[in-house]
């Protein structure tokens, strides 16, 4: 039997075990937060946003499925996998994905965007189908100077620690189709690291002093 942290795989530890295992053990197996940038705060406001559809000029042209971040818990053969889709639709099983930040996506990039597959296949798993065609959509973004005043004159501080991230109202949107051949592929993945973190959780508890409770996330 497979044992890992929090008991199923999501995308992100997938991910981070595949980029950076001592990250990896410091965030699942001693529970020490990840650091959030201002890009990734500012990322998941518009997520909430989107969800409480509260939009602007550029989120009302943001394309998108019937539902807003959507659960999805399923199983890859006996491991058990969470995901939270940006948006879906349930009745084509369609995936939309939504990406903020100021380096700029492209086809090539978006091709090679490992979640997506990842997505897809969990889509499959829960429904038994999916939609090949998966879209996403990049909102670009800036960092902007804080407005401030002193001795009555109005500037922009121009420190980059305190520059405010926004939206720029440029979007592009790509798709990309996952075949049965990419999904194949990673549950195989999934299985596999399924394995390697069962094994090397088992060895770092042998050295814990003590068990670490793991806290839920989002991913």
């Not at 349930?90 to 091709?111: A, M």
């Not at 997505?119 to 939609?131: K, P, V």
Request: net charge positive; proline share 4%.
């Amino acid at each position: 039997m497979v044992t890992i942290p929090k008991g199923r795989i999501s995308y992100s530890m997938w991910h981070l075990w595949h980029t950076n295992k001592t990250q990896f053990r410091k965030r699942y197996y001693e529970n020490i937060p990840s650091f959030e940038t201002r890009e990734s705060i500012f990322g998941k406001r518009i997520a909430k946003m989107l969800e409480e559809k509260k939009y602007d000029s550029t989120l009302a042209k943001v394309p998108r499925g019937k539902k807003t971040e959507f659960e999805i818990n399923t199983h890859i053969g006996d491991i058990p996998i969470r995901c939270y889709l940006d948006s879906f639709t349930e009745k084509t099983k369609s995936l939309f994905e939504i990406k903020t930040g100021r380096i700029r996506w492209n086809q090539k990039r978006v091709n090679m965007h490992d979640q997506l597959v990842f997505y897809a296949m969990a889509i499959q798993a829960r429904f038994g189908s999916y939609d090949p065609f998966t879209l996403l959509c990049w909102l670009e973004t800036e960092l902007v100077g804080r407005k401030e005043t002193i001795g009555g004159i109005d500037f922009e501080n121009d420190d980059q620690r305190d520059k405010l991230v926004q939206l720029t109202g440029r979007m592009m949107v790509w798709t990309r189709k996952i075949t049965p051949r990419q999904i194949n592929k990673m549950k195989k993945s999934v299985w596999q690291t399924a394995q390697e973190i069962n094994n090397d959780w088992e060895e770092w508890k042998k050295l814990s002093p003590a068990p670490v409770a793991i806290k839920d996330e989002i991913v």
